[in-house]
Structures are given as C-alpha cells and as structure tokens.
T-cell receptor, first 114, second 115 residues
C-alpha cells in the first residue's frame, strides 16, 4: 500500500459525459502528479501540482483539467469524453516535487467510455 | 507523447533464469527509475539511479545508469514466480529544479514465468 488513494476504482460512462477522478496523496506529500495509461501503453504524464499550484504540464488535452485543493487532495476532470479516453488514470505523490523525490503511485482509476 | 524505447516487449522465462531488459532514449536524463506494475495496481519503485555509470542493487535486482545518460539496464537474477509483472523504466530530466519533475515512461517489459 503506497499510501496514495484514488476513487473511484472503476468508472463506466458514455461518450460526451464528464467525470471527476479523485486522489488523496500520502500524508505529508505536497506534490501530486496525474498519469494516463492506455491499453498496452506506458504511462503518459498529464500534469503536476505542488501545494495547490500547477507546476508542470504534459500532453494533457484541453478537455481535461485538474486542481489541487488546500487539503492537498487533487481532482482530475475529464469532459466531453471520447472512446479513446478509456484508460487507467494514476495519481502519484511526492514529498516536495523536487528532483530526487520518489513518486508513489496510487492503485489507479479505470475509466471505460462506451 | 514522448516515450522511451524499452526492450524486450515481453519475456517468457523459466523460474531460476536471469532476466535482462533495457531502455534507450534520444534525450539525456539525469535520473533513471525502474518500476514494477502488477495487475490492478499502480507502479511500484524498484530502483532509482541518479548518476551516470551508477550500478545499484536491490536484492536480486541490479540496475545501471548508462554512461551516455541515454540508457539504463535492469537485471533480475534467479527469477521467482513473484517477479511476474510489467517492468517500466522511467527517466527524469530535472535534477532539483522545480517544475520539471515529470517522468517519461518506457513502453514496458511484460515478464511471464513458465512453470
């Protein structure tokens, strides 16, 4: 158990819909990262937050947005969903979001878009 | 998105055999990491490498940070059934600079152990 929690574990929805994925980092960790893992693909970095502020951005679609709240939990919002958005979405956290910090991954949310 | 080239894609080995996999990149990385992912779980960090040429072990696992900073290798000795899973390499460009902490992941090596 990494200490990072993600809800829900599974999510099934239809095209065009909007969903919110939630992540709680490890106790004391200030930085949160979101990754997308499509079928048989490696993980693609989406976005990083540190203490409530956006710190780094990957290839995140404009239809996707995220935020980190004062209690440090984070939410990833996916809107106008398409079939290709079906994937595993992982959240990771690290202590300070700095170079040698270890990123600890949550168990992921499996999103299925029908 | 950018990805690292990881090989082999899959391996079928017998228990007790040694395993080698590698990762190459067109970009220089200052940190190389190796993760293992099991079904229904997130990746778990196995080994972290911070210096070119560094060789680090974690039990039966040994990883090396390539001298060119563009590759890394992972070896597993005397494989056991619990080694089954997908192994990912990951590179990080930043050292301690804020805002560049994203990990670029390899495509994964799926390890299967034949009874």
């Amino acid at each position: 158990d990494s200490g990072v929690t993600q809800t829900p574990k599974h999510l099934i929805t239809a095209t065009g819909q909007r969903v919110t994925l939630r992540c709680s980092p490890r106790s004391g960790d200030l930085s949160v990262y979101w990754y997308q893992q499509s079928l048989d693909q490696g993980l693609q970095f989406l976005i990083q937050y540190y203490n409530g502020e956006e710190r780094a951005k990957g290839n995140i679609l404009e239809r996707f947005s995220a935020q980190q709240f004062p209690d440090l939990h984070s939410e990833l919002n996916l809107s106008s969903l398409e079939l290709g958005d079906s994937a595993l979405y992982f959240c990771a956290s690290s202590a300070r979001g700095q170079g040698m910090d270890t990123q600890y991954f949550g168990p992921g949310t499996r999103l299925t878009v029908l | 998105g950018q990805q690292l080239n990881q090989s082999p894609q899959s391996m079928f080995i017998q228990e007790g055999e040694d395993v080698s996999m590698n990762c190459t990149s067109s970009s220089i990385f200052n940190t190389w990491l190796w993760y293992k992912q099991e079904p229904g779980e997130g990746p778990v960090l196995l080994i972290a490498l911070y210096k070119a040429g560094e060789l680090t072990s974690n039990g039966r696992l040994t990883a090396q940070f390539g001298i060119t900073r563009k590759d890394s290798f992972l070896n597993i000795s005397a494989s056991i059934p619990s080694d089954v899973g997908i192994y990912f390499c990951a590179g990080r460009e930043g050292i301690s600079n804020f805002g560049n902490e994203k990990l670029t992941f390899g495509t994964g090596t799926r390890l299967t152990i034949i009874p």
